[in-house]
């Protein structure tokens, strides 16, 4: 038997390639998808694409209300998605956010007798948020070891962070050879129902500064060609 994972797949570019990368390194996949009430719902149907691209044991769509966390732009649509880059914590950020999934991870994780969760946070082209970094993630390893029936009992949890020192080129490029189809994958803070990228907030702007410095073809659907069209 292989070992399982819980995979935190939200849709995006990172959180795809972290799915072939687990599956690469031979576990049995387990994906988790959250609808937070985001500002749009096209990265679950991408992520429900991805899992059943890659053949996952099983994916789950918890459903959490979190519209009530009015400071985040990706949870109070009367809050514009800014364009370009800023400094300090965009208003993109999401209060907790990466804590509350993990929690749910981990908790589905010891249902299943997992020891094993990936998200795909990454500190170095990436938009500044808190919850992303190396210290975050071992400071929530530690926790899950001294909180959870699994781990007392002598089954240690492993919070996998593979992209988490890697550029957002490096990252395409793993993906590429890990048989990742990007073109079903969503970044973009404010895709249409149909999924198709503004092109113009953060997460397009890093995403296709990945794809031009990986040298690699953008399979991204922007609303801009849609209109060429």
Not at 188 to 198: P, S, V
């Amino acid at each position: 038997m292989f070992e399982k994972a819980i995979i935190l797949l939200s849709g995006g570019l990172d959180s795809a390639t972290v799915l072939a990368v687990a599956k690469k390194q031979g576990y049995d996949c387990y994906a988790m998808s959250i609808n937070y009430h985001q500002r749009h719902s096209a990265e679950l149907a991408a992520a429900r694409k991805i899992a059943d691209f890659f053949k996952v044991v099983d994916f789950k769509v918890v459903e959490l209300d979190l519209s009530w966390l009015s400071s985040s732009a990706l949870t109070n649509q009367s809050i514009d998605i800014p364009e370009g880059p800023l400094g300090g914590i965009p208003v993109t950020y999401v209060p907790a956010r990466n804590t509350i999934m993990m929690a749910l991870a981990l908790a589905w994780a010891e249902n299943i007798n997992c020891y094993n969760i990936f998200i795909g946070v990454n500190a170095v082209d990436y938009s500044g948020y808190p919850d992303c970094r190396q210290e975050y993630i071992n400071s929530f390893q530690a926790m899950a070891n001294l909180a959870t029936k699994t781990a007392v009992e002598g089954n240690e949890i492993k919070i996998h962070t593979p992209l988490i020192d890697l550029s957002k080129s490096q990252i395409i490029r793993k993906g590429n050879k890990y048989g990742v189809d990007y073109s079903m994958t969503i970044s973009c803070y404010q895709a249409t129902k149909e999924g198709f990228a503004c092109g113009k907030c953060d997460s397009c702007r890093l995403r296709k500064e990945g794809f031009l410095s990986a040298k690699v073809n953008d399979p991204t659907s922007y609303v801009e060609q849609t209109r060429k069209n």
